[in-house]
């Protein structure tokens, strides 16, 4: 099996980071840079890892300044944050898989590609949102934990540590 390399041409300017004209796909520089699919993919790995941590602190904002916001509020926001995250980073991945080799066999810019892509899981991201807010479900899985009644049962777990005592030779 070949070795898959991206070729630089154009303007030299270009190369003041990639100073030579031919790299592996798989190179930290090209990776790092974004060019080829292994860019992509570093992109929306490090899109997922932002938007955890932008979820996290944002909810944690709410928590702090929020009177109604409890700890039921913040775990079921940042499941569903994440939930979210998880199905626009599938559909990105997919449309990434999808959309790289046919658009390259037809001469298409792989920066397009990789706007389309972003623009995609921007696009899916957003009606995810919407989704939630047209049929809250957030709202519902918080209320339905909130409020849920619980049916007391006649044990209690202290009953086992008497009985313990009773039984043992202590």
Known sequence: MGKKYIKLTGYPGVRNYLNATRYLANNPRI???????????????????????FSAAYR???????????????????TMDGAKLAVSIGIASAAKTLLVTPALAVGGSLMLITLGV????????????????????????????????T????????????????YSRG
Do not use: C
């Open 60 to 78: 944690l904002v709410e928590l702090i300044f929020k009177d109604e916001y409890g700890l039921v509020d913040l775990f079921v926001n940042l």
């Open 118 to 149: 972003f623009a995609l899981g921007v696009m899916v991201s957003f009606a995810l949102f919407w989704l939630d807010d047209h049929f809250k479900i957030s709202e519902t899985i918080i209320k339905n934990l909130k409020y849920r009644k």
């Open 151 to 166: 049916n007391p049962t006649p044990y209690h777990p202290d009953q086992l540590f008497n009985m313990w005592g009773r």
């Open 31 to 53: 990776v790092a840079f974004g060019v080829g699919t292994l860019g992509i993919e570093s992109g929306i790995a490090q899109g997922a890892k932002f938007g955890v941590v």
